[in-house]
């Protein structure tokens, strides 16, 4: 099995608002060359997943629940192909939430994951740090030459290089004919 690994905001969505952040679910569209750049990567064999930071949590930008929203939205009306997310909810990386699609009844599911369910040697989940990239990996059994991470951020790049795997620019690979 082989394991693609996305960042959501900057890489996958925009904000529609044209805000800075996205400020509802339905606040956000698909990036120019999203979908075809998922049409390769699903005809290539991977297995797609969301890592991001959503630090707005913590911050008092939007809620949990408004998070988990915006996941669901995003899996469900924009990228179906994308069966599971992961995101960090606060700033100190010591949560992260789980979201994923039933294959039985096709309905989201989330759950809150803690730091100390990581193993020892893992940092957290928030993003230079690897941790959502272990979760979404331990669950499949990937290694790590069969996976790889796709960003626009440093801290997406620092995540990948963590976890050594192989890491793409969101433009590049977005742009790639």
Same mark, same amino acid.
């Given at each position: 099995?082989?394991?693609?690994?996305?960042?959501?905001?900057?890489?996958?969505?925009?904000?529609?608002?044209?805000?800075?952040?996205?400020?509802?679910?339905?606040?956000?569209?698909?990036?120019?060359?999203?979908?075809?750049?998922?049409?390769?990567?699903?005809?290539?064999? /991977?297995?797609?997943?969301?890592?991001?930071?959503?630090?707005?949590?913590?911050?008092?930008?939007?809620?949990?629940?408004?998070?988990?929203?915006?996941?669901?939205?995003?899996?469900?009306?924009?990228?179906?192909?994308?069966?599971?997310?992961?995101?960090?909810?606060?700033?100190?990386?010591?949560?992260?939430? #789980?979201?994923?699609?039933?294959?039985?009844?096709?309905?989201?599911?989330?759950?809150?994951?803690?730091?100390?369910?990581?193993?020892?040697?893992?940092?957290?989940?928030?993003?230079?740090?690897?941790?959502?990239?272990?979760?979404?990996? /331990?669950? #499949?059994?990937?290694?790590?030459?069969?996976?790889?991470?796709?960003?626009?951020?440093?801290?997406? /790049?620092?995540?990948?290089?963590?976890?050594?795997?192989?890491?793409?620019?969101?433009?590049?690979?977005?742009?790639?004919?």
């Amino acid at each position: 099995m082989k394991l693609a690994i996305l960042d959501k905001d900057g890489t996958l969505v925009k904000p529609i608002s044209g805000h800075t952040f996205v400020q509802s679910p339905t606040d956000q569209q698909l990036l120019p060359g999203v979908e075809k750049a998922i049409a390769r990567l699903v005809s290539d064999g /991977y297995t797609l997943a969301i890592a991001s930071n959503q630090g707005g949590v913590q911050s008092w930008h939007k809620s949990l629940e408004d998070a988990i929203a915006e996941m669901n939205y995003c899996m469900n009306n924009l990228l179906p192909k994308i069966k599971e997310a992961y995101f960090c909810p606060d700033l100190q990386g010591d949560k992260c939430v #789980k979201v994923w699609r039933s294959n039985l009844d096709k309905n989201l599911y989330f759950r809150i994951i803690g730091r100390t369910d990581l193993p020892i040697n893992y940092a957290g989940f928030r993003k230079p740090d690897d941790g959502m990239i272990w979760l979404a990996r /331990y669950g #499949k059994r990937v290694f790590s030459r069969d996976c790889l991470m796709i960003g626009d951020q440093e801290c997406d /790049y620092l995540a990948a290089t963590t976890a050594k795997i192989k890491f793409i620019w969101a433009d590049d690979w977005r742009n790639q004919p």
